[in-house]
């Protein structure tokens, strides 16, 4: 790659596919621009025009929408919480040699490979449901009155259905980082008169500060845009306790049929994403410079 | 102090018996190191003094008090590990202080005990670095700092210098010893390397299979090896080991006679051979050559004796300093 003939060569052969991800990116990206900027309702077509800013005005001053951003960092910053956590400890007790390890280990890797509509459905009419569900079944058989969870907790029962989906995950890479610890360093600090926590704190978790941190940035870009889970089981309910950005977005277009309206709350949803971001590479993107 | 007793001890991994069974004494202040092939169970005997691995049976004694199945932390012994193993998100401070914050000793102390472990191996300069951003022999020295800092009762070395390259391993052989004779505290040593066994040790332990072949001095070894296995594996090069015709004549099975103990003549001598390969040291020349009925044979000569490939020299080895070995191996 050290010519500059190889150099040119290289340059050709990849133009095809960055120009064909760069159109993919900006055509939509320019026409929610576009759209944004427009009054334009399915229900009055032919009435197109040029507001301004007019639909970012009326986006961001709906009270919804700050209802719709609070539930989407709970959402984020809930699930994380029970996936890092639960990752760690279940990441744990994976890498303890016991018999029936590769079943247990494809067992708790397999809710990664379930469609969310489908696993957000299970949880509803199986699980969660207030006369069917097994949560139900368990109360009763204690003697206690079943929770109604999604007409009670129903943002928690959102966080809980994600949770569940993205702990394998979380699970899988924090597993991963423990394989890669020496052995012999956790030998030394058994000689140093370490304990079991200190031997924790002091060297399992910072050796997994980086994976904990590749987790967090991953899962934050995916959580955002939790959408099919709440379709599915709230549609975004009671009242607005469950609507998330996303799913804002989706009723002012699908259900108001407001492609303006919708236009703009995308680009706030992207602008707060790339917030989000940079706040949460500032803050932990010095984790992965080590 | 720091007297170890090692009591009929053995390990067996489910049915392979890695031990079979020991007993050794080391005696307060003493540099042991137990060499042998890899595979020869030293690192697991030293682990097993470390109490990290159990014994499958025997008794180790650490000043009088059985410590068998006592946790690694309260045998008050420090190890130093092969690769080091030290903690990579932690200062060279934080590293070298780690065991006495377990231990629970408050800041002041520590600060000077840390300070002053870094004094004597030159470690000050460092204090603040990562171990990622040290030489691979100031890693060593921080690994030694973490283990003196605990005032231990010996020191258990694996390998520690087998991932030095050939220079800093004299360095650090030499600066071990040093520390040895500052701290005057037991030091066991494992090594595969007989160079290294040969120049720090007080005692030798060689090990071949889980077994002691034989525990000396390594003038001793040198000297009088009790079979044929530690009479090949200590010095270098080799010692050369005869066998058939030529033994006979001397009485025995096998017949070992070093390089530096074979007199080599261009025109008179015992043997007649014809010369290999020649290495030159310098200071020493390795010839090997090729002597009819009787095999290949080493020889040590000064570095200023020369010869070609293929010519014909006479051999001579010293009489006073035959090994005999009878059909068992074992020295006559």
């Known amino acids: 790659m050290a010519t500059l003939q190889t150099r040119a060569t290289a340059r050709l052969m990849m133009s095809p596919a960055v120009i064909l991800l760069f159109l993919w990116m900006i055509v939509p990206l320019v026409m929610t621009l576009y759209f944004s900027f427009l009054r334009y309702n399915l229900l009055m077509p032919g009435t197109e025009e040029f507001i301004g800013f007019l639909n970012y005005q009326y986006f961001l001053t709906d009270p919804a929408f700050f209802t719709a951003l609070g539930n989407t960092l709970m959402l984020v910053g809930g699930t994380l919480l029970i996936t890092v956590i639960g990752g760690v400890l279940l990441a744990l007790v994976l890498d303890q040699p016991f018999w029936g390890q590769g079943i247990v280990r494809l067992l708790v890797i397999a809710p990664f490979f379930v469609m969310p509509t489908v696993s957000a459905l299970v949880w509803k009419n199986m699980l969660m449901h207030p006369v069917n569900g097994l949560f139900a079944w368990i109360a009763r058989s204690f003697g206690f009155q079943p929770i109604d969870w999604f007409a009670q907790l129903p943002l928690f029962s959102i966080i809980l259905i994600v949770a569940w989906q993205w702990l394998p995950f979380a699970t899988l890479i924090l597993l991963t980082a423990l394989q890669s610890l020496d052995g012999e360093q956790i030998e030394a600090a058994e000689m140093d ?7 924790f ?53 699908l259900l108001q049929f407001d492609v303006g309206g919708a236009s703009a709350g995308g680009i706030v949803a992207v602008i707060l994403a790339n917030i989000v971001a940079f706040f949460l590479i500032r803050l932990i993107g010095k984790n992965l410079e080590r | 102090m720091g007297s170890i007793t090692l009591e009929k001890v053995s390990k067996s991994f489910g049915t392979t018996a890695v031990i079979p069974e020991i007993d050794l004494e080391i005696v307060d202040g003493e540099f042991v190191v137990f060499v042998g092939p890899s595979g020869c169970g030293k690192s697991t005997l030293l682990r097993m003094i470390a109490g990290l691995e159990d014994l499958s049976g025997g008794r180790i004694i650490i000043d009088g008090k059985d410590m068998s199945s006592e946790a690694p932390a309260k045998r008050g012994l420090s190890m130093v590990f092969q690769s080091y193993a030290l903690y990579p998100h932690m ?45 691979g022999g100031q890693r060593q020295r921080v690994a030694i700092g973490r283990a003196i800092v605990r005032q231990p009762k010996a020191f258990l070395f694996d390998e520690p210098l087998s991932n030095l390259d050939a220079a800093l391993r004299g360095n650090m052989r030499l600066e071990i010893s040093d520390l040895h004779h500052q701290l005057k505290t037991t030091m066991i040593y494992v090594t595969h390397d007989q160079v290294e066994a040969m120049t720090m040790a007080d005692k030798i332990v060689v090990l071949n299979a889980g077994r002691i072949e034989q525990v000396g001095s390594p003038l001793d070894l040198y ?27 001397h009485n025995a099975v ?49 570095g200023d004796f020369s010869t070609d490939f293929g010519q014909q020299v006479f051999l001579t080895p010293e009489p006073a300093r035959l090994h005999r070995f009878d059909a068992n191996g074992q020295a006559i």
Do not use: C
Not at chain 2, 223 to 249: D, H
Not at chain 2, 294 to 301: A, D, F, H, L, Q
């Open chain 2, 254 to 302: 096998t017949l070992g006679v070093r390089p530096e103990h074979v007199r080599i003549s261009k025109t008179e001598g015992a043997w007649k051979g014809t010369v290999g390969v020649t290495e030159h040291l310098g200071s020493d020349t390795f010839i090997h050559v090729q002597v009819d009925g009787v095999g290949k044979i080493t020889v040590r000569t000064d």
């Open chain 1, 193 to 199: 008169g370490a304990g079991a926590l200190s031997r």
């Open chain 1, 201 to 253: 704190f002091y060297l399992v978790l910072p050796h997994m500060s980086r994976a904990i941190t590749v987790v967090i940035l991953i899962q934050t870009i995916f959580l955002l845009s939790v959408f099919a889970e709440i379709l599915v089981t709230t549609n975004g309910g009671p009242g607005l306790q469950t609507t998330n950005i996303t799913y804002l977005i989706y009723a002012q277009a």
């Open chain 2, 91 to 135: 200062s060279v401070y934080g590293n070298i202080a780690f065991p006495l914050k377990m231990d629970g000793q408050d800041k002041a102390a520590i600060d000077k005990k840390v300070k002053d472990a870094a004094h004597i191996l030159n470690l000050t300069n460092y204090l603040d670095r990562r171990p990622g951003q040290l030489s």
């Open chain 2, 223 to 249: 000297r009088s090896p009790r079979n044929v296995f530690v009479a090949g594996f200590i010095g270098s090069p080799r010692m050369n080991l005869i066998e058939g015709q030529e033994a006979a004549k």
